[in-house]
């Protein structure tokens, strides 16, 4: 059963930083790319970051890029999110996915929250 | 960055009606579309993928289609698992973006 479980989410303050993981089980971790979604209170869906299976390229949206890193321990099966000079407008759930095919999400773990407040 | 205009932005239905739900995109994407639903209180799940292909396990009730740039799902016989918040993605171009849902309730 493929499972993906995000931690390390919290309350942290504007202009700080914040390491969100995502450790997967039950597939073969790096046959896949993976990506972060996030999702702000009551909103809908953004794109957040995606990764190749080797970790070799890395894409964002303008977004966040710039403060936002991408990266993946493929011994360990586990997938970050190093998120700096954060912003109230970066609250929201954060989603790790796996990417099956092209840029679809097939996967999704439970989320993990990340408030940026004073 | 590529639009995704979704409507209607809800919709109240009843049990066992057809539903269809539309995504315009604001230029080509092919069909690089896919739908994804979100029941309350979890996390997204991908139905459609390649604007008609169905993701493992979705049942065949759901239906995804295209005429030009504009997409659709179809819920042929509403039931009461199906409730929930419907977004359409395009994986046509970085930055994937997503429409901004259609949430689905019963009458």
């Known amino acids: 059963e493929v499972q993906l479980v995000e931690s390390g989410g919290g309350l942290v303050q504007p202009g700080r930083s914040l390491k969100v993981s995502c450790v997967a089980s039950g597939f073969t971790f790096n046959n896949y790319w993976m990506t972060w979604i996030r999702q702000a209170p009551g909103k809908g869906l953004e794109w957040v970051a995606s990764i190749t299976n080797t970790g070799g390229s890395t894409y964002y949206p303008d977004s966040v890029k710039g403060r936002f890193t991408i990266s993946r321990d493929n011994a360990e099966s586990t997938l970050y999110l190093q998120m700096n000079s954060l912003r109230s407008e970066d609250t929201a759930t954060y989603y790790c996915?796996?990417?099956?095919?092209?840029?679809?999400?097939?996967?999704w773990g439970q989320g993990v929250m990340v408030t940026v407040s004073s | 960055d590529i639009q995704m205009t979704q409507s209607p932005a809800s919709l109240s239905t009843s049990l066992e009606e057809i539903v269809t739900i539309t995504c315009q995109a604001s230029?080509?994407?092919?069909?690089?579309l896919a739908w994804y639903q979100q029941k309350p209180g979890k996390s997204p799940q991908l139905l459609i993928y390649?604007?008609?292909s169905l993701a493992d396990g979705v049942p065949s009730r759901f239906s995804g289609s295209r005429s030009g740039t504009q997409y659709s799902l179809k819920i042929s016989r509403l039931q009461v698992e199906d409730i929930g918040i419907y977004y359409c993605?395009?994986?046509?171009?970085?930055?994937?973006?997503f429409g901004a849902g259609t949430k689905l309730e019963l009458k």
């Open positions: 390649g604007t008609t």
């Open positions: 993605q395009q994986a046509s171009t970085t930055p994937y973006t």
């Open positions: 230029q080509n994407i092919g069909n690089w």
């Open positions: 996915s796996r990417v099956p095919d092209w840029a679809y999400f097939d996967y």
